[in-house]
Structure formats: C-alpha cells, structure tokens
T-cell receptor, first 112, second 113 residues
C-alpha cells in the first residue's frame, strides 16, 4: 500500500452521466495531484492542490472539476465526458518540501 | 517544449541478467530525477531518485546513473527477476515548491524465467 487510496477502481459512464472520483491520502502530505494516463502517452498532469489551494490547472476541459476539501481528500467531478476521456486517472500526493510523488492505484474510466 | 523520452519501448531479458533502461531528458535546468515502476493494474511506484549534484546512486539491486553532459539517465537492475516485469518511467523536474515532474512515455521490461 502506498498510503494513497482511490475509489472506485473501475468506472463506466455514459456521456450524459455525472460521477466523481475520490482520493484519500494517509501520509500527512500537503499537496495532491490528478494525473491522466492514456495508452502510449506520458502521464499528463491535470491539477495540483498545495495547502488546499489549486496552484496548477493544465488547460483541462471544464467537464473535469477538481475539489480539495482538506489536505487528505481530493475529488475529481466528471460531467458530460467524451469517449476520448477514457483513461486511467491517477491521484498522487507529496510533501511540499519534496519532489517525490506517491501514487494511488488509479481509477480506470471508460466513457461510452 | 521540454520533454523526457525513452530510447527503448520494450526490453526483454532473462531472469538473472542485469537490465539497463535508458532515458534522455532535454531540460538542462532540471535538478531532480526519479524512476518509477508501474505494474499492471497499479499506480506508479517509486524506485530511486537522484539529484543533479550526483552522478550515481545505489539502492537495493538498482542503480541510477546521471550524465548531465549528454542529458542521459539510466536505471540498472541487477539480477533481474520475473517480479521486475513492469513499465518503468523516468521523470525530471526543477523544484518549485510542489512537485512538477515531467514523465517519459515508459519502457516495458519483460523478464523471462
């Protein structure tokens, strides 16, 4: 176990659905991240929260909406997704004094 | 833009062999480098890291080498085992207060018994 837990592990949704991905870290870190992992592409950084404030948003479409209610929890709200959004969504955490990321196991998302 | 890339998409070795996975980086300002291992159905798992003021760092059965002159990073795995089969990613960053790692595409390591 890495100390970063993501739920659900798998999600299938239609393009008109609304769903949320959840991430919880038990490492006492103060920064949390969402990454997208698609086949044959490098990991893409989507959002960064440091000390519960969003500090980075890498041109992610508005159909992805992050939420960080506290330093241990991170959500990714999904609505009206497209089939090309199908991917593995990874959550990670770090301490703000350290570059090292600790990843969860991801949510495998399929958009039909 | 800056990127991190890998020379070999797939590396096949025999159990007991030593494996070398290579990575080229293009941002000469990067001061921190890291290797991750990702097994099927799991998230990336930290293996070893190195800062730009070092050329070599050793862990348990793994060694990372950094050649800043040619902007090259390598991961050496000694006595490779079937459990080492996974995708290996390198990543680089210039630290800015929170992690901004740039990842390469990954190399698949296949270990045959």
């Amino acid at each position: 176990e890495t100390g970063v837990t993501q739920t659900p592990r798998h999600l299938v949704m239609g393009m008109t659905n609304k769903k949320s991905l959840k991430c919880e870290q038990h490492l006492g870190h103060n920064a949390m991240y969402w990454y997208k992992q698609s086949a044959k592409k490098p990991l893409e950084l989507m959002f960064v929260y440091s000390l519960e404030e969003r500090v980075e948003n890498n041109s992610v479409p508005s159909r992805f909406s992050p939420e960080c209610p506290n330093s241990s929890h991170l959500f990714l709200h999904l609505h009206t997704l497209q089939p090309e959004d199908s991917a593995l969504y990874l959550c990670a955490s770090s301490q703000d004094s350290d570059e090292k990321l600790f990843f969860g196991s991801g949510t495998q998302l399929s958009v039909l | 833009g800056e990127s991190v890339g890998l020379h070999l998409p797939t590396l096949s070795v025999q159990e007991g062999d030593n494996s070398i996975i290579n990575c080229a980086y293009s941002n000469s300002a990067s001061d921190y480098f890291i290797w991750y291992k990702q097994e099927s159905g799991k998230g990336p798992q930290f293996i070893i890291d190195i800062r730009s003021n070092m050329d070599k760092r050793q862990g348990q059965r793994v060694t990372v080498l950094l050649n800043k002159t040619v902007k090259h990073l390598s991961l050496q795995i000694a006595a490779t085992q079937p459990g080492d089969s996974a995708v290996y990613f390198c990543a680089e960053t210039l630290f800015s207060g929170y992690s901004t790692l740039t990842f390469g595409k990954g190399t698949m390591l296949l270990v045959s018994p």
